[in-house]
């Protein structure tokens, strides 16, 4: 399939879902008292996302089943064994944990814009920003011990979840320390993208397999699948800021270059003996100029350095749609190849 | 029993449960990788602490299961089905949220100290405070969900932390809009406190009776008697602030009044007429004087706010000891009692 195709046809099931996914985030998190709070909790749920991870976790939840995709109420999702759970309020709870880290880690970032909107600690406050992440921290964990799951089920997954917490905070301690450092692998960075960004994929994937009461081994592939595809994901994404232009990109193309922003590209390159603190000048993405950048990106392209991540990012998407064998043979399982596909071949 | 034959008691079931409690603290949460993650996350925890939750918990479950004080294993205890839990575990998981909660809102608060040691964005940096505090919220969620208990029960103690750390976010806030609030009742100051700090008491005391197996009604009247014990702690504070000397109190006494914090007891001389902006003219606690301290508290002595203050903690101290009737009658509950009592007779 020609990858304007594989895009045409994650974007057409993400669409079929999110309208459900939001609505079912209004119900899991109403305003309540104090408005303020809760607003604040609300305002980058409301902005926007594409709702990636909980698209993958409903398209796992049919997979499994073996259901017509979006023929069965999400909220009463037949179990393997008969019973119901409902996989979207888990599916809520893993995007309530994103929108969290996305509020804190933009506070130690100290970025001022996310999805187009000021950052809550910029549109309210520090301090509102620390508590609404806060907030929606627990309220995660409360959805998810309230799917109506088998109580061992129910327990394992809100165990998961905590686990995948601690792990999204280690990556992102590493992601700091990774600043004050001179040297790290390209193996470290991978490890800090597993943590930081791979194990919420991960999380997503598992969690219904866990829910419906699958094997063990079933849920430990979908994890894998997580992991490989989010890792590629992320991977992708530092290959699409130098490849991309600005215009598509929607913001200064090589901007982490100008940020001194490690990537795995920077990292291989520095093991080729590139002077990579060398390669742009300017100090700001605001003074940086395009024919700065074509340099910078042509004598990363002769160290091999992109083409390292665009492989290593393809290899992580053909392991994830390996992963996928353990479901049966249908079209859910092939929407999930796609995703994973579409992670590496995605233009922007 | 005198105040301070009570008080000797408590102190004597703090000390004898808080060894224990801080081996289970250190198996429970090892330093790990990164390990300044774990270091700035522990910090904290090994600065000190009366480990007063987590006492709670112990003597709930003591006294539940009606077995001699410190007979028992905790990390084994007899459910009352004849089983096996970890109930130190959740009184680690309680103390870690705890945690957790004093290093965000010492940011929140700007405070520089906390246990008589640099608060954890003072010692390390804003970045890792935030990281640290979300670390040990997750590593929460870990323990709790490990206890051994019977799924639904495990289930339900952690849905039940769940939804104690949202109405603690609820409780923080709260506080933080009365300070730009120009009126605010008592009522409405009681369930700030009520939010802010007494639900950790009632998850404290609860918990135990969960995992243990007991009834909903006992669950009930345990989680009231955190609420009215933790509530009657926190007004006896604001008291103590008022009553006792600088020296005893480790800090300048009346700076509650100084940093215009409001109170029970300032909203109950609000009601009263009384012109509490108008109270103390000193900026800062180092320019406050002891006499105009004293000027102060007699004109709020005067309105009967003090009075009021000590009358209502007395009467949520009087209305815990009632929920504890659900117990078996033995040592463990009488602990119980005192250490409410003692929440409101104490004398720093």
New interface residues.
Partial sequence: MTSEATETRVMDAIRERRELVNEAIDEELPV???E??YEASRYLLKAGGKRLRPTVSLLVAEALADVEPLSADYRRFPRLDGGEVDVMAAAVAIEVIQSFTLI?DD??DDDDLRRGVPSVHRAYD???A??A???L???A??IM??TGA???D??EA??M??????KI??G???D??FEERTEVLPEEYLDMVKLKTAVLYGDAAATPTILLGADESVTDALYEYGISAGSAFQIQDDVLDLTVPSEKLGKQRGSDLVEDKETLITLHARQQGVDVDGLIDAETVEEVTEAEIDEAVAELEAAGSIDYAKETAAELAARSEESLQVLPDNESRRLLEDIAEFFVTRGY
């Fill in positions: 309540d008292e104090p303020r709070l804190h506070i130690m520090l301090d509102t620390i508590l992440g806060d907030t921290y627990s309220k964990f409360e011990t309230d088998a109580a061992e129910g327990l809100t165990n979840l905590a686990s995948t917490c601690t905070c280690e992102q301690s590493m700091v320390c």
